[in-house]
């Protein structure tokens, strides 16, 4: 077992790449005892997913890991540090280094990698892709033209030839608690200044990006025959829905109604009421995902929270220019979709690909053909929860680093 870890992450755009690290960071600190350091170029957004994080402070403690300011990838990187008592602090690189999404490591860092004996175990771990190729690249070494260093592709993925995905060791059992408790269901929504919704209500939660297919979502719901309550977190999708209550409002035949309260803005019309929900932090998001009945999620972190919540999802994939994100969508449904009836597959696909811009027929009509095929929806998540559950991505790192190390005995050994 290593007895560090560093993970250095690079933000680049919105709560992916520091959701993932900030989850691997905690569970490897909390879980397996590992002393991790997280070395991140943008803690206000840390502080967005962990609200005890100061984003003024270079070094601080927060859920058991010593979080550090990296001052960026081109930036020099400094091997030595003022502690606050004046005394000055080597940096000497952890056992494991975790270097997320190939977010280029400084180049004083990875000499003093080089200078350490024995080596870290240096891997780059990938972003997450249900396409075949990735089992095949999964655990490669590259080794380092001019040093003696090795680093290696860590690939979280869907099969066992893959690094799994990231799951708490008791996340199944806090979700099952959570929803078979009226009482903690009755605070949650409290908690959201909501009383419970009645059982006809559909509950759906809502995080994604700008989206074409919201209009025509929001008017199957506000025309349909069952009240729909959609929970929107704060973010990229919120002047849509504010622009979609707008026009509703100015339309003399369609009554809109906007709520009083402007920090939680409501809206609702016909069926639908929409509530504006604050972004929470990282560990409570899983509670709405919980509480609800379908969830909308996006980028990689919170469609795999919606795997684990075992509830029917719709994901709204990050949108790349080359157009290969659709690759990377279809080679998802192709797996999930394995496990279902030919009619609901197709249910899947259809709202899936119309809510990603491709769209095959109407919103509405894919909705609907979607919310027919709920049951075998919902039996095909709990399915698919239980087969990927096996395959944990902290433990399959950790295992990883044993591997590795035994490898390198190995070559000392024949030298
Ligand atoms: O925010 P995302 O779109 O992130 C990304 C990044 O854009 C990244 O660069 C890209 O490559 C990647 O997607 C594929 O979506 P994601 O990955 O779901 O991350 C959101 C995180 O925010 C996740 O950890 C859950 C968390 N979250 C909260 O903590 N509280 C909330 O209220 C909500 C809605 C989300």
Redesign the pocket.
């Known amino acids: 077992m290593p007895h560090s870890c560093d993970i250095f992450c690079n933000v680049?755009?919105?709560?992916?790449?520091i959701?993932v690290c900030w989850?691997l960071a905690r569970q490897l600190a909390q879980e397996h005892g590992l002393a991790v350091r997280l070395w991140v170029d943008d803690l206000g957004t840390l502080a967005r997913?962990c609200p005890e994080a100061d984003a003024a402070r270079d070094v601080q403690h927060c859920r058991g890991v010593e979080v550090r300011r990296w001052q960026g990838v081109d930036r020099p990187f400094t091997l030595r540090y003022l502690r606050a008592n004046g005394e000055e602090e080597a940096i000497l690189p952890a056992e494991l280094v975790v270097e997320a999404f190939a977010c280029k490591l400084p180049q004083g860092y990875i000499e003093a990698m080089a200078a350490r004996e024995p080596k870290p175990v240096w891997i780059n771990l990938e972003?997450l892709s249900a396409e075949d190729w990735v089992a095949g690249c999964h655990k490669l070494p590259s080794p380092q033209p001019s040093l003696p260093l090795t680093r290696y592709f860590f690939f979280p993925g869907f099969t066992r030839q893959t690094g799994g995905l990231l799951l708490e060791r008791d996340l199944f059992a806090r979700r099952d608690a959570f929803q078979s408790d009226a009482a903690r269901q009755r605070a949650f929504w409290k908690a959201l200044g909501m009383e419970m919704p009645s059982a006809e209500t559909l509950k759906v939660s809502l995080?994604g990006?700008e989206n074409d297919a919201l209009t025509g979502l929001f008017d199957a719901w506000a025309g349909g025959s069952q009240p729909v309550l959609c929970l929107v977190?704060e973010?990229r999708i919120l002047p849509q829905v504010k622009q979609y209550f707008e026009e509703v409002g100015r339309d003399s035949s369609r009554h809109a109604s906007v709520g009083m309260n402007p920090d939680l803005p409501s809206y609702s019309c016909g069926k639908l009421e929409v509530r504006v929900l604050p972004?929470?932090?990282?560990e409570r998001?899983d509670e709405l995902l919980w509480a609800c009945d379908i969830n909308f999620?996006?980028?990689?972190?919170?469609?795999v929270?919606a795997q684990w919540a075992a509830l029917p999802f719709i994901w709204h994939i990050?949108p790349q220019h080359d157009g290969v994100h659709m690759q990377k969508l279809r080679a998802f449904m192709a797996r999930y979709c394995a496990g279902l009836a030919p009619e609901a597959a197709r249910a899947l696909q259809g709202l899936w690909d119309t809510w990603n811009g491709e769209a095959a027929v109407p919103i509405g009509q894919a909705w609907n053909d979607f919310r027919e095929h709920r049951s075998m929806l919902r039996q095909r998540a709990q399915g698919w929860a239980q087969e990927l559950a096996e395959n944990n991505l902290a433990l399959n790192l950790l295992d990883f680093f044993r591997e590795t190390g035994r490898m390198r005995a190995f070559e000392i050994e024949g030298q």
Do not use: A, T
């Open positions: 680049v755009d919105n709560y992916g790449d959701g989850r997913l972003y995080f990006y977190p973010g972004f929470v932090e990282q998001y999620v996006r980028g990689e972190d919170s469609c929270r990050y």
